[in-house]
């Protein structure tokens, strides 16, 4: 006879035992390491939390300063009840834990400040997805090289585009004076009133350290512009300002990271990877021409949904009535707009 059979003749299972008597606590498990207590929705308030400007990111790790204070960084994760949260260069936070930036310590990014301005991009024309690149940067510094690659217009214009619907004010940088000159490509953007600044090999960069004192500024430009050349010579030291603000893995950066550098005169620069594409697909013509107050105005007499572009495709567009400086602008703004309309890439 098998042993099933001797045991199912000799032997009572627990669940047999049981029906056979009542049950008692001593029969009740409880799996250790689970708590009674009920979870609760309610947030910490975070009171004592102190302010402080995200200057790195780097594989889940934010280098923050405290205060704005480079010389006050530190290393911190993103807190739980942040979720998913995203957290860019140059957004002001809130930060709890241990704030000594010792080595080896980790603080708590707990709240994110709304950000006065955003600099965005989507991978193409056609993408839907928003990418932050900067957040509350004030001004949009965008290098160009005369020569070695040669200039492209519609590189200017859809970071002009992208700074104005962001709220950035855009300054155009030429670097390589030295193979061009630079009064050609600078005139093709007279009629917008955008700074123009040259910062050559040779030519001085106190007018453009000038421009940058006292403000946050984004970088942007196309690989072999001469835009790290331009950040050295602003930053002095700034492989050594990198390790003092990061705070990030061992304070390297690299061309796939933002990281944001204090500038000697006070302010920071926000240097941003080489940029391959910058697309627009968040952007309407309405967040470029709301960047002209005198255009602005005029767009609120145009039928709806006119375009902006004028005629053929917008016969009755109320910018066609301005007249003098203004008029100008319009054909320049138009400029801006077809880099939108058009998917070309730059």
Known sequence: MGHNAVRGRGHRTEGELLSRRQYDESDVRVRPGRGTRPRTKTRPEHLAAESAMVVSVDRGRWGCVLGGDPERPLVTMRARELGRTPIVVG???SVVGDLSGKP??????????ERSTVLR???????????IVVANAQQL???VALADPPPRTGFVERALVAAYAGGLSPIVCLTKSDLEPPEEFASAFADLDVPVVVAGRDDPVDEVLSMLSGRLTALIGHSGVGKST??????PDADRAVGVVSGVGKGRHTSTQSVALPLPTGGWAIDTPGIRSFGLAHISPENVVAAFSDLAAAIEDCPRGCTHLGPPADPECALDRLEGKAAKRVDAVR???TAIASNEAW
């Open 230 to 235: 331009l950040v050295n010579r602003l930053v």
């Open 121 to 131: 991009r989507t991978a193409d024309d056609t993408d839907p997805y928003e990418r």
């Open 104 to 113: 080896d310590t980790l603080a708590r990014i707990v709240r994110v400040a």
């Open 335 to 337: 400029h801006l707009l």
């Open 91 to 93: 957004d002001e936070v």
């Open 141 to 143: 510094l965008i290098v």
